[in-house]
């Protein structure tokens, strides 16, 4: 399990710029406080990064 990331929306979108919300529907997030389970590659740590004012990651 250590190769994996639970990922967390912990704020809106709203008011967001259209590239972070298309960040978080390509992590696979749709509304807040939900959670997805991610591989740690670097892409997904990468997408992370553009947004991990709105993330709780776990």
């Known amino acids: ?19 972070q919300r298309n960040v ?7 509304k807040l406080n939900t959670t997805v389970v991610r591989s740690d590659t670097p892409e997904i740590r990468g997408m992370i ?6 993330l709780h990651i776990a």
């Open 49 to 54: 990064n553009k947004i991990s004012h709105m």
């Open 1 to 19: 399990m250590s190769n994996t990331l639970k990922i967390t929306l912990v704020k809106s979108l709203i008011g967001t710029p259209k590239q």
């Open 24 to 30: 978080v529907a390509g992590l696979g997030l749709k």
